[in-house]
């Protein structure tokens, strides 16, 4: 991917799983991924990223501009589990996890799909990837860029008919398949994202054993 399309390995080097949804607002999104009873915390990409490499020897020096007490009520700062940072661009919300696969779960796509649409993507560190399109509750397109013919969703036709993704896939090189899917589906359905909309402050959970 190049590094003006959000998300890239360049700002996620050891992989990402992200949503796009249209439609409810950050707070009901992170709701939907991770639960209501959570609370979140407004985190730049680079203070989450600190916060998760410093772990408990984090203070208030390391991230000043945070409220510290907001952000250990948060639970940010508690056991390992998937990091995500919701935010918005043009008519699309985002979600975004460094590293893990917990978006991924086909029961997160279909809850953040109800009443709207959810589109899935997922880079893994080991370079496995994976997209998934979901409406109204019900995954209606789930596949490997690298097998695009081999969908498991119920009704493939339905995003490949939004975005000629599968054409995209097939007149590339076969090494770009996920890039190439990627940008036909984000270009055709309006949801790019500048990188830049990640770098500001979103709301930001983690979710307490989550692996």
């Known amino acids: 991917m190049t590094s003006d399309i959000f998300p890239n390995r360049q700002l996620y080097q050891f992989g990402y799983c992200a949503i796009f949804a249209r439609g409810i607002a950050p707070a009901e999104l992170l709701a939907r991924t ?17 916060i998760e490499a410093l772990g408990e020897d984090i203070d208030e020096d390391d991230v000043p501009e945070v409220d510290f007490e907001l952000l250990r009520d948060s639970g940010v700062l ?18 975004i996890e460094p590293e893990g696969s917990y978006l991924a779960a086909d029961d997160i796509v279909k809850s953040v799909s109800r009443e709207t649409v959810a589109l899935s993507l997922r880079d893994s560190e080991s370079g496995s990837c994976w997209i998934s399109y979901a409406e109204d509750g019900e995954i209606v397109s789930s596949f490997d860029p690298l097998f695009p013919d081999s969908d498991y969703g119920t009704r493939p036709e339905v995003l490949d008919r939004l975005t000629s993704h599968v054409a995209a896939i097939n007149t590339g090189d076969r090494a770009d398949a996920y890039a190439n899917a990627v940008r036909a589906i984000q270009q055709q359905m309006q949801c790019t994202v500048p990188p830049e909309a990640d770098e500001r402050r979103l709301l930001t959970i983690k979710i307490a054993d989550g692996y």
């Open 78 to 95: 508690g056991s390992d589990g998937p990091v995500l940072r919701a935010g918005e661009h043009g008519d699309w919300l985002f979600v």
């Open 34 to 50: 991770g639960g209501e009873d959570l609370h979140p915390v407004g985190l730049t990409r680079t203070e989450a990223a600190r």
